[in-house]
């Protein structure tokens, strides 16, 4: 059984930066490409990046391309989510999760462990 731990999250004002983590425990994911999504409140969770086991191939919902980095170590179990340039909208519950192959997919089906979430407030 794995279990995923988010944190990073936080009050920032809009043009800020944070940096999520992810650290993976219980089994090692090291084969598994790993993403982060979001959910506002209302809102459908939504896609925000992803990346492949090796690190060598990551994905971007639009909204983010370029504004976001996703990044792990292996040698950790951890997965990262750079954010820069930080938008209002970007107010989420923010979660990771491990996906069920080793592509960076975008659809929520594809991952099978979540996080708990971490809460990122962006003001205006």
């Known amino acids: 059984q794995g279990q995923l731990i988010e944190s990073g999250g936080g009050l920032v004002q809009a043009g800020g930066s944070l940096r999520l983590s992810c650290a993976a425990s219980?089994?090692?994911?090291?084969?598994?490409?790993m993403g982060w999504f979001r959910q506002a409140p209302g809102m459908e969770r939504e896609f925000v990046a992803a990346?492949?086991?090796?690190?060598?191939?990551?994905n971007y919902a639009g909204s983010v391309k370029g504004r976001f980095t996703i990044s792990r170590d292996n040698a950790k179990n951890t997965v990262y989510l750079q954010m820069n340039s930080l938008k209002p909208e970007d107010t989420a519950v923010y979660y990771c999760?491990?996906?069920?192959?080793?592509?960076?997919?975008?659809?929520?089906?594809?991952?099978?462990?979540w996080g708990q979430g971490t809460q990122v407030t962006v003001s205006s």
């Open positions: 999760a491990v996906s069920n192959t080793i592509l960076p997919v975008t659809t929520r089906d594809r991952y099978n462990y």
């Open positions: 219980g089994r090692a994911f090291s084969r598994n490409a």
């Open positions: 990346i492949t086991w090796s690190g060598g191939s990551t």
